[in-house]
């Protein structure tokens, strides 16, 4: 029973980190600057529209890079 253990707690982890991303994406349009910051990518042409969020996804990289940073610590 012993061995399961640490397959246990990665579950709880991987399903903590699911419920965060989900609150995320639920709350997502009410933080207005994200998707719409400077040095994201829109182009909009006739019939063609093409979207690329650089700038928020570097933003949301490092926010999770020092989240994992700070968890990792313990």
């Known amino acids: 029973m012993g061995e399961l253990n640490p397959i ?3 579950l709880i ?8 991303i989900g609150g ?3 709350l997502g349009d009410r933080i207005p600057f994200i998707g719409r910051l400077p040095g994201d990518i ?3 042409r ?3 529209i093409f979207y690329f969020p650089l700038v928020t996804c570097i933003l949301i990289s490092l926010v999770l ?7 990792g610590r313990r």
């Open 8 to 10: 246990g707690k990665l």
């Open 42 to 44: 829109y182009i909009k």
């Open 65 to 71: 890079t020092l989240l994992m940073w700070l968890i």
């Open 24 to 26: 995320i994406l639920l």
């Open 46 to 48: 006739k019939g063609f």
């Open 13 to 20: 982890a991987i399903g903590l980190l699911f419920l965060v």
